[in-house]
């Protein structure tokens, strides 16, 4: 196997990074609030250093000759690169182990299926009882793609699954292979004036069957849904057979055997394919800043856009913290005259109240459709806006949030290249309950990194907003304890998770549950309801060789 143009310790493409050469602001923060200087990055160990435990499947060498002759060479892959870039997903925790070269429980194979050859591996593998693992774009920040059981584990790589298989522009659907990218998928449903309306932040390597196994969000899901609401049809493949759901809006039949397989994050069987609603092209579309005095204000003017005040794709309010960071991630003004603009812009907001750095907070709106759809809409949402406060900032600032929108991902691996401890925790809650939830969810992160002994920075913003409620997402920072960084991540996200729960927030709203939140997993759903999850795996799954430890941890 080629190592493609992958950052296999950290984001994206090699040739890619978060640019920092032209933003005075960053490092003086980073300074200030976390005790962090420039200064060279420390670099992961080199590939080639790491050492794998052998797999095991090599001391049956027989069955490994046997899938080889059953699939051939190019599609079962045993070498150190495949086995590495298949260990982990790319959580704050397996960046953390990759950079050191710590890799030990790699999957013992990698198999990349052209088609069809999906059932007849599962069928090979519930023969000799070898695990698998489905991996989509290997995003996952939950350990769902990390190799946990104690059977000799294939990695099912679907990345050859990657054709549309139809677009039909009469129901306005789309059917599409698993394995398919973001961009590639987005692309062809462009074509033919169409959009997914779905961009999650790791859009550009992440995969449909991996958005539908996890139920993830897209950054416009306000507007769009997640991807609950998108999918019509899966077809999914597990080791007693194949569930094809049918291709219907809407179905009365008994409980949705749809709705059980999105979220079931391979435990079940391995999604092929999938239909997803489609969205006309927006003719135009008008994302920009709106700034507020304070967060409880921008929260209001979300929560009554959300309950039918406007109709927008986006309103993403980030809390004061988050505020002060993006300000600190500004480009310098590309002309001294843009710069008097800017310097007299701030003024301006200074003396209206608007305390930058401290209590304000920024929203990004985003409106999409119709071009009067659009101006009717923005008008709403801005009276909306100026009725709690907000100042409109006008498009530049939403444009420029456009240009990097999958692009902050990269900046975690300079963090983590200046001994930074960098992750994020999110949940969602009903409206009543979002000051409790907000509260508590800081407040639990703050405590837990000053009890490491380091200073914390903690931002959230309001990510994904619906007229009964909304979901938070927190980013927390700190210096990493050099030997104990897992150690040190770990009290963090169980202080953050137990927050979560008591205070009524939902164990995840769009990163889903994996090995690392299996473990609460009764807690969001109550005895009976983990006993019936079960049911439905011993169902689909009766030898546990889907995805163990993942989702359900007794299977492991
Ligand atoms: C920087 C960063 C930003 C992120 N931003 C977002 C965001 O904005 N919104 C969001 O929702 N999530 C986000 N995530 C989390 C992650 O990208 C999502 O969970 C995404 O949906 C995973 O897709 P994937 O194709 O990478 O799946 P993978 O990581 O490959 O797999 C995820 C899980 O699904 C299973 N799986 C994958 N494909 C299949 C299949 N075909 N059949 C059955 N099971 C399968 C895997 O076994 C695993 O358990 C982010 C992650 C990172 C690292």
């Not at 962090?36 to 435990?53: C, F, K, M, N, R």
């Not at 069957?209 to 899966?234: F, L």
């Not at 069987?269 to 920009?288: C, F, M, N, W």
Request: glycine share 10%; charged share 20%; with cysteine.
């Amino acid at each position: 196997m080629d190592l493609p143009n992958l950052r296999w310790w950290g984001w994206g493409a090699l040739d890619q990074s978060y640019d920092l050469s032209n933003r005075p602001g960053f490092w003086p923060f980073m300074q200030a609030h976390l005790g962090v200087e420039p200064g060279p990055l420390a670099e992961p160990v080199p590939l080639d250093s790491i050492t794998l435990p052998p797999p095991r499947l090599a001391s049956r060498a027989e069955l490994l000759r046997g899938l080889r002759k059953k699939f051939g060479a190019t599609v079962v892959h045993t070498g150190h690169e495949a086995r590495i870039l298949h260990a982990y997903g790319k959580s704050y925790k397996d960046l953390v182990r990759l950079r050191r070269g710590e890799v030990t429980h790699p999957p013992d194979a990698v198999v990349f299926p052209e088609s069809e050859e999906v059932a007849a591996l599962i069928a090979w593998a519930a023969e000799h009882d070898v695990a698998l693992v489905p991996f989509g774009g290997g995003s996952s920040v939950t350990s769902g793609v990390e190799p946990h059981g104690v059977k000799p584990t294939l990695t099912i790589d679907l990345s050859r699954l990657n054709q549309v298989v139809r677009v039909d522009v009469v129901s306005q659907t789309v059917t599409a292979q698993a394995g398919m990218l973001g961009p590639a998928l987005e692309r062809a449903v462009n074509a033919r004036g169409f959009s997914l309306g779905h961009f999650p932040e790791s859009f550009e390597f992440s995969a449909l069957g991996g958005w539908i196994a996890t139920r993830s969000a897209g950054q416009t899901s306000v507007g769009y849904g997640k991807i609950e609401k998108m999918v019509e049809a899966v077809r999914v493949v597990t080791p007693v057979g194949i569930v094809e759901t049918k291709l219907v809006p809407a179905s009365a039949s008994g409980p949705s055997l749809l709705e059980l397989m999105v979220g079931s994050e391979g435990a079940f069987g391995i999604i092929t394919q999938a239909t997803l609603r489609l969205h006309r092209k927006p003719e135009v579309s008008d994302y920009r800043g709106v700034m507020f005095r304070r967060f409880e204000d921008g929260v209001a003017a979300v929560r009554q856009i959300a309950q039918g005040g406007a109709d927008v794709v986006m309103a993403r309010l980030a809390d004061a913290s988050e505020t002060a960071a993006s300000l600190a991630l500004n480009r310098a003004p590309h002309s001294p005259l843009a710069g008097k603009l800017a310097e007299i812009g701030m003024r301006a907001l200074r003396a209206q109240g608007y305390d930058l750095g401290g209590k304000s907070c920024l929203m990004i709106l985003g409106i999409e459709g119709k071009r009067a759809h659009v101006a009717h809409n923005l008008r709403a949402a801005m009276g909306i806006c100026r009725r709690h406060g907000g100042f409109d900032l006008g498009r530049s600032v939403g444009n420029a949030w456009l240009r990097e929108r999958f692009a902050l991902p990269y900046l975690r691996d300079i963090f983590l290249g200046r001994g930074l401890m960098a992750d994020a925790v999110e949940a969602a809650t009903t409206w009543d309950n979002l000051a409790q939830l907000y509260t508590a969810l800081t407040d639990a992160l703050r405590r837990a990194i000053q009890a490491s002994g380091v200073q914390p920075y903690v931002m959230t913003h309001v990510g994904h907003s619906y007229p009964d409620g909304a979901s938070l997402c927190s980013t927390f920072l700190g210096k990493q304890i050099s030997g104990r960084e897992i150690e040190q991540w770990g009290a963090v996200k169980r202080a953050a998770t137990e927050a979560i729960l008591a205070t009524g927030g939902t164990l995840s709203h769009h990163h889903g549950v994996g090995a690392d939140h299996a473990a609460w997993l009764e807690r969001e759903h109550g005895p009976l309801g983990v006993e019936a999850l079960r049911a439905l795996k011993a169902t689909f799954d009766p030898q546990g060789i889907m995805n163990p430890g993942i989702l359900l941890i007794r299977d492991a």
